[in-house]
């Protein structure tokens, strides 16, 4: 019996001991090889995305005021030849001043073209479109950013209210996308970007016409993408969230005048310089589309498709909520 114990402890010992050689020559190397190719992995990711983004003429809209701005900077201090676009030429020279003290000591910045256009009219799009191919030669990523939100009821909204917001969030941008895409399908390289938001997904009440124009920016952006791969041009949606910028304030309400009202869900919101770098690597990984949101935001997606009946009662509920509030 002594003996018989004697031999289990002597097993015990050698398998403890196969054990420990077994993690030293097999599992501790195989763990660290894989955490090496990884990190070598991310490391190769990174650089090809910085080459990426280095020297890349870059189009924003809308780069006057909030998430354009930010990705203005962003793309900037990654090397891009930045085009900046607004309505406003006194803010786009300031930007530009703004963005000739930002130095980078690593990288070649570039001083950026501004072109000023209003994208609610079709024929300055066209023609913008066609001077920043003949100034630039090509676009190697547009990032259709400007746009207004809406607040106001369906019933009080007129009709003109309705199209100024589609205009400028849904007709212009595409308007923008049509004129550049030839040269960039000619070209075989491109990337076109969609700053949607979370109500390109949802619709919630009092907002209708911005929902309506987001929901039809994610759809034409999302037969583009599958139209355009075969001449290896990528198209990016990118669906945020509250942000704190001036949206709200610029509102046009359902008398078309402007909100004015800095709202609390945007006066909380991710700052315009935290999605700018989303943005940034977003298009440096030519991510297909992205949703950068708060908790309740990115579940209000999840719980319009899992279980709308659902997600439509409490909309209903809101709407009531908000319709009291207003009238007291
Ligand atoms: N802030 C938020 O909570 C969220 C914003 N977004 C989206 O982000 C994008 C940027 O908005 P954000 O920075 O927040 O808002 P801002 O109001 O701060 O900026 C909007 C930009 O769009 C420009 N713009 C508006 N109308 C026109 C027009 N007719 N022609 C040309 N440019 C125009 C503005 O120019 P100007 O200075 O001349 O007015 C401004 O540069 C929008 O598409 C918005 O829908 C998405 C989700 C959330
Ligand atoms: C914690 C449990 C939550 C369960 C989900 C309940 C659903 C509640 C509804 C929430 C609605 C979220 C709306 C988000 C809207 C949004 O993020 O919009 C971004 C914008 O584009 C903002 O534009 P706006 O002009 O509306 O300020």
């Not at 909030?66 to 201090?77: S, T, Y």
Request: glycine content about 6%; hydrophobic content about 45%.
């Amino acid at each position: 019996m002594v003996c018989f114990l004697s031999s289990c402890g002597s097993r015990k010992t050698i398998q403890k001991g196969k054990l420990m050689d077994l993690t030293s020559t097999v599992i501790i190397p195989l763990l660290f090889g894989s955490l090496g190719i990884f990190a070598l992995f991310r490391l190769l990711q990174w650089m090809r995305m910085r080459a990426y983004l280095q020297e890349a003429v870059v189009v924003i809209t809308g780069a006057t005021s909030g998430l354009g701005k930010e990705c203005a900077k962003a793309f900037h201090a990654a090397g891009s030849k930045l085009v900046l676009c607004g309505r406003d030429s006194e803010k786009l020279k300031d930007l530009v001043q703004q963005l000739s003290t930002m130095t980078n000591h690593r990288k070649n910045t570039h001083k950026p073209h501004t072109v000023v256009f209003d994208l609610s009219d079709t024929k300055t799009v066209l023609n913008a479109a066609e001077d920043i191919l003949k100034y630039l030669g090509h676009v190697d990523i547009l990032i259709n950013n400007a746009g207004i939100s809406f607040r106001g009821a369906i019933v009080d909204t007129g009709l003109d209210v309705d199209k100024k917001v589609m205009e400028t969030n849904y007709f212009g941008p595409i308007a923008l996308t049509k004129a550049l895409l030839p040269s960039m399908i000619k070209r075989r390289q491109g990337h076109i970007v969609a700053i949607s938001s979370v109500q390109g997904k949802i619709s919630i009440p009092f907002r209708s016409a911005y929902a309506a124009s987001k929901h039809a920016t994610q759809a034409f952006f999302d037969c583009l993408r599958a139209e355009v791969e075969q001449y290896d041009i990528d198209v990016t949606v990118v669906s945020p969230g509250y942000i704190q910028t001036n949206l709200s304030l610029n509102a046009v309400t359902a008398d078309g005048s402007r909100y004015g009202v800095m709202d609390k869900n945007t006066a909380e919101g991710q700052t315009a310089a935290e999605v700018a770098q989303v943005v940034l690597n977003a298009v440096g990984q030519k991510k297909k589309e992205v949703l950068v949101a708060g908790l309740t935001p990115s579940l209000a997606v999840y719980l319009r498709n899992l279980f709308p009946r659902l997600f439509f009662t409490l909309m209903a509920t809101r709407a009531k909520k908000e319709r009291k509030a207003k009238e007291s």
